[in-house]
């Protein structure tokens, strides 16, 4: 949509123009989050945990706030944009899944749960991280964090299918990852 979103703690998000760099209205905005705008630009999830834990959706056209799903506490959340359709990692107990996500009122579709399962363990304190890669989803425990030695997480990354839930193979088991990025 020509423009970059950001936020600096609690203060909405802010965007700005991204050819003029010309500031544009600041949204309200009741979390602080990990945002994700859809391909088109017409759309952004974000998910929190501040104030609580929620999957917030915003139509970026209008700069409002459209739908909200509460989300369970104390456990690990992540969202990915693959290809048109939002997805939800969920990690209780250590029983990954991924969820399609409604485009229009934010509502949770049927859990997918990753098999094997393998490699999640239930860690409140280190939280995983998605990005798409191609039609499929890369997983990873964040490294770099406060909580670092808190949990023994595996190294690498887990490849998944979202549509089936199952686990292509864990891939670059000696390494841990802060960020990873995807090209086509």
Not at 9 to 36: C, H, M
Not at 57 to 78: H, M, V, Y
Not at 90 to 105: F, I, K, M, Y
Request: with cysteine; aromatic share 10%.
């Amino acid at each position: 949509s020509g423009r970059v979103y950001m936020q600096r703690g609690n203060v909405g998000i802010e965007s700005f123009d991204s050819s003029s760099l010309e500031r544009r209205p600041t949204w309200k905005a009741p979390g602080v989050y990990n945002l994700q705008p859809s391909p088109d630009g017409s759309r952004i999830f974000g998910v929190t945990y501040f104030p609580s834990p929620s999957l917030d959706l915003f139509d970026a056209t209008q700069g409002a706030q459209i739908a909200s799903q509460p989300l369970p506490r104390n456990q690990p959340i992540a969202g990915v944009w693959v290809g048109e359709r939002y997805y939800l990692f969920q990690a209780p107990d250590g029983r990954p899944s991924l969820r399609t996500v409604g485009l229009e009122d934010a509502k949770l579709g049927q859990a997918v749960p990753l098999a094997p399962a393998s490699g999640f363990p239930d860690c409140e304190a280190a939280p995983y991280s998605v990005i798409a890669a191609g039609s499929k989803v890369a997983i990873f425990a964040d490294f770099g964090l406060t909580s670092d030695g808190i949990c023994n997480l595996p190294g690498g990354y887990a490849l998944a299918d979202p549509d089936t839930g199952t686990v292509l193979g864990r891939f670059a088991l000696a390494m841990h990852f802060r960020q990873m990025v995807s090209s086509a």
